[in-house]
């Protein structure tokens, strides 16, 4: 069993940042992939960024140079700084892990991105 507690989402205004952590517990052993995705209210889930456990890391297009990931591997968190935030950046933000093949997902936190 594994599990994924979000936090650090809330309302920002345009422009602001937030920065959002993701503490994973439970049977893990090691972790390759850490990460966020998000939804916004009647679109898919996107990817948001992606750290890999041999320090790779990627984004998407909107996200790069406003975003960054990070992780630590000790205490197995990952973390999003979310910088000159728009409003369109306004959706359920999801802690994501790969660990041992299988995939896992938090329960979401929300940002909100006021004009």
């Known amino acids: 069993q594994v599990q994924l507690v979000e936090s650090g989402g809330g309302l920002v205004q345009a422009g602001g940042s937030l920065r959002l952590s993701c503490a994973a517990s439970?049977?893990?052993?090691?972790?390759?992939?850490m990460g966020w995705y998000r939804q916004a209210p009647g679109k898919q889930r996107e990817l948001v960024a992606l750290?890999?456990?041999?320090?790779?890391?990627n984004y998407a297009g909107s996200m790069k140079g406003r975003f960054t990931i990070s992780r630590d591997n000790a205490k197995n968190q990952v973390y999003l700084q979310m910088n000159s935030l728009k409003p369109e950046d306004t959706a359920v933000y999801y802690c994501?892990?790969?660990?041992?093949?299988?995939?896992?997902w938090g329960q979401g936190t929300q940002v909100t991105v006021s004009s």
């Open positions: 439970g049977n893990i052993f090691s972790i390759n992939t």
């Open positions: 994501y892990i790969l660990t041992l093949g299988r995939n896992y």
């Open positions: 750290s890999r456990s041999g320090g790779s890391t």
